[in-house]
């Protein structure tokens, strides 16, 4: 499998942010994939699920959020989740992606959601892992931001190595359950050489910490209404940070979209089963373009990238 190319974006407020090509050997024209990850995360995260998608003819370019992976960090005051939807509507307009299909995980759903409210028929159609919003009556992201961001405080980010950082990680806290491809993913994409030797985590615990702070702060909930692209709502029967009652509610409030709840999963569904995640894109991916009488591409250059 070719290795990921990194290609450069930048956002409105001028920080870099940087995006992983799966798909560079795949046909001109090749129906594409933007991968948004959450918080924490990077885009080499989506690795195994990007490299099934690309072996069936999907090009898959995923995304490092700001102060994730390869990207800029701003800082605290560059961490509003609007900020990431901008994000997207950067990337997708840099580098030709209108027309893609979007496919995120957590606070990188709300992102791919927030572009498409901002700016309709920046993406083809959402495909949304458990999108984090403040859903009315429930205090979820309010009893739970407080408990995530002191965690993130606390994670430890200097290690000697890799293998120490994979010994360190594996079978560890949201961890316990990845895949090794997506662990293996996480670690060649989250650190960074410190400049007097060994690795750190390119997310900083304290950017992580006011990422999760400001969960319940943006209005995606409320815009619900403005989505007009086709949403398909996807989560774990089992996951703790959006419920399925609550998935169900979203669901609700967007005419046409789709749910669909995987057993036996969580809320890092995309990384603990890889292989569920990517067959759900594929399939869904097609069954929109033979709802539409064709193969549905982007309109701009990425082949030229």
Known sequence: MTEPVLVPAVAADGTLLACWDFGTELPTGSPV???AHGAGLNGLSWSPVAQRCTARGLRCVALDMRAHGASGAPGADGLAWENFGEDVTAV???LGLRGALGAGHSAGAS????AEQAQPATLRAI????????????NLREMRSPELAARARRRRRQFS???EAREHFAGRGVFSDFSAEALDGYL????????????????????EAAIYEGGGAHDAWAALGRLRC??????GEASPAVPPPELARIQAEVQGSELRVYPGLGHF???QRPSAAADDIIHWHRRLQAAAGGPARPSGPLNSL
């Not at 992102?111 to 927030?114: E, S």
């Not at 994409?189 to 615990?205: D, T």
């Open 33 to 35: 994939v933007l991968l």
């Open 92 to 94: 997708v307009d840099q």
């Open 111 to 114: 992102a791919l959601m927030l």
């Open 230 to 235: 086709p949403l398909r709502l996807v989560g």
């Open 161 to 163: 190595s890799l293998d």
């Open 269 to 271: 569904g995309p990384f």
């Open 188 to 207: 060649r994409g989250g650190l960074r050489p410190e400049v007097g030797g060994g690795l750190a985590l390119s997310c900083r615990p304290e950017d």
């Open 127 to 138: 495909w949304a892992w458990e999108p984090i919003m403040a859903v009315p009556g429930n």
